[in-house]
């Protein structure tokens, strides 16, 4: 049972790793790449899941994990079949698109708006502060110092 959790806390972990921002993932895959990995005129799914291999591979080398493809496919499925049931974590860095945002607003749920942040309809009752800068000379000022 605790292996099972385990690989459920790795494939959230998985689905989390920035990819497309690890330079060394996308540097050794330009390389496969650009070696023949994927034959050129490949169908989508096939690239894809070639794609799917190296970063499961390069992850589980990184974090020690023994997530499988099939478990990592089967788990970005389950994600695009039910976007709603991600973790917090995720629900918050996902970009909702035009037609998401529109539906939240229409049904009064802006609260479920990721960075959407409430401002009080009154002024900021604190003192302003004071002002560190220098008072900039006038342009007859700066002709005199010289």
């Not at 499925?77 to 917090?88: D, E, R, W």
């Amino acid at each position: 049972m605790e292996s099972e959790i385990n690989n459920e806390d790795a494939l959230k972990a998985y689905g989390l790793y920035p990819f497309d921002d690890d330079e060394t993932y996308q540097q050794g895959l330009a390389s496969l790449l650009a070696g023949g990995a994927v034959a050129t005129g490949s169908p989508p799914e096939v690239q894809e899941e070639i794609k799917r291999k190296t970063r499961v591979f390069y992850f589980n080398k990184i974090t020690g994990n023994s997530i499988t493809a099939e478990e990592a496919r089967d788990y970005e499925l389950s994600k695009q079949k039910n976007p709603t049931a991600v973790s917090g974590i995720e629900e918050e860095n996902r970009v909702l698109t035009f037609a998401e945002l529109k539906e939240l607003i229409e049904t009064g749920n802006v609260d479920k708006i990721p960075n959407n942040k409430v401002i009080p309809e009154k002024l900021n009752e604190a003192p302003p502060s004071a002002s560190t800068a220098p008072t900039r000379k006038k342009p007859w000022e700066m002709a005199t110092d010289s």
